[in-house]
């Protein structure tokens, strides 16, 4: 899934940064130790519904769901979900990774009501 490639009509990307609804943060690429095999994730800010989508792909396979609170500067994820139920926890890691490494680089406070996301921060205390 490329959402950015350019058409053959014009010059113009498929989705421009000033009027899309989605803005493309990473396409990320990492060996899953349990399967061998190179796994190709695109995340998207959908700023809309609030959330954080992570596909694969031609498929959704998790959200994160957040609130974003401008006047405390600070970023509330309030709940993960697998959709794809192959790789789950792999899929909710990396999400949760990517939301955290977005909030740090925007210099939000992170709030987590989220029991996967505290799970993951709790896990991963060191690199938090």
């Given amino acids: 899934m490329c959402l ?9 990307p498929l ?3 000033s009027d899309q609804q989605f803005r493309v943060f990473f396409i990320q690429c990492f060996d899953n130790s349990t399967e061998g095999v190179c796994l190709v ?3 998207l800010n959908n700023q809309e519904q609030s959330k954080f989508d992570l596909y694969l792909p031609g498929k959704l396979v998790a959200s994160l769901h957040y609130k974003i609170d401008d006047e405390d500067n600070e970023v509330m994820f ?3 979900e ?11 890691q990396e999400i949760m990774k990517r939301a955290l ?6 210099w939000l406070k992170v709030n987590v009501t989220c029991p996967i996301a505290l799970k993951y921060m709790e896990q991963n205390a060191a690199e938090n």
Avoid: F, N, P
């Fill in 15 to 17: 989705l421009q940064q």
């Fill in 41 to 43: 994730y695109t995340m």
């Fill in 82 to 92: 697998a959709i794809e139920d192959t790789d789950k926890d792999a899929h909710c």
């Fill in 78 to 80: 309030v709940y993960c």
């Fill in 4 to 12: 950015l490639r350019r058409s053959s009509e014009d010059s113009k």
């Fill in 101 to 106: 490494e977005d909030a740090r680089g925007r």
